[in-house]
């Protein structure tokens, strides 16, 4: 069967790194995909990994690594806003999104 | 980027009603959308996927007499919850496969929350 796994919930300080990863096991590979969904609202789209590597947007970077069915979200600099939940999900071989139940990251002051 | 919508944004309903929902992608032309459902404290669950101008293709477990799927348009997809009972209470987000480009992105509405009393 298809399977992410990645941790239920993360805390971190303020200003702080935090790094969240994300294992899959999957029918194909065609993507890997980070969201960030505060509560209540839709998932908002952060990276996408194809390639081994990786990519960095600002205070957020991701990397893939598709020999361990791996990749992490790293996050730097942290701000109270960046509490909210992180969904990990890979597009299999059908390009149908295959989802991670989503780490929740609490930030404290 | 994209932009997907969706109507209504929360709605309240009594058990046994209907309720629809839309999904529009507003600058865009979307021949694939996803209906998902996500409950409390959990992650989203894709209950089928629907193509323009076809039947939706439904996830195992996810009832295609309740939960009725309807793409006419390259730009709309409509959920309706047929006689609704309160275990339908959920959040429910559309989203839609974005133009041809360098990934398949999927844009999401901003969600509609459902609750059946």
């Known amino acids: 069967g298809q399977n992410i796994d990645q941790p239920t919930e993360m805390t971190a300080t303020e200003g702080a790194i935090v790094q969240i990863n994300c294992t899959y096991q999957?029918?194909?590979?065609?993507?890997l995909f980070w969201y960030q969904q505060h509560a209540g609202e839709a998932p908002t789209f952060l990276s996408y990994?194809?390639l081994d590597g990786l990519e960095e947007k600002g205070r957020f970077s991701s990397f893939l690594s598709r020999s361990k069915g791996y990749s992490y979200l790293l996050l730097k600099e942290l701000q109270m806003k960046d509490s909210a939940s992180y969904l990990c999900?890979?597009?299999?071989?059908?390009?149908?999104?295959?989802w991670g139940a989503g780490t929740k990251l609490i930030i404290k002051p | 980027g994209a932009v997907v919508s969706q109507h209504p944004s929360w709605v309240i309903c009594k058990s046994g009603t209907s309720v629809k929902i839309e999904c529009r992608s507003l600058?865009?032309?979307?021949?694939?959308m996803f209906w998902y459902r996500q409950f409390p404290k959990q992650s989203l669950m894709l209950m089928a996927t629907?193509?323009?101008?076809?039947?939706?293709?439904?996830e195992q477990g996810v009832e295609k007499d309740k939960f009725l799927i309807n793409h006419a348009s390259l730009t709309l997809s409509t959920l309706t919850v047929t006689s609704a009972h309160p275990e339908d209470s959920s959040f429910y987000i559309c989203?839609?496969?974005?133009?041809?480009?360098?990934?398949?992105?999927?844009?999401f509405g901003p969600g509609t929350r459902l609750t059946v009393l």
């Open positions: 999957t029918s194909g590979f065609n993507g």
């Open positions: 629907s193509n323009e101008g076809s039947k939706a293709t439904y």
């Open positions: 990994n194809v």
């Open positions: 600058d865009f032309q979307a021949t694939t």
């Open positions: 989203s839609a496969r974005g133009p041809a480009g360098d990934y398949n992105e999927q844009f």
């Open positions: 999900a890979v597009l299999d071989s059908n390009y149908q999104l295959i």
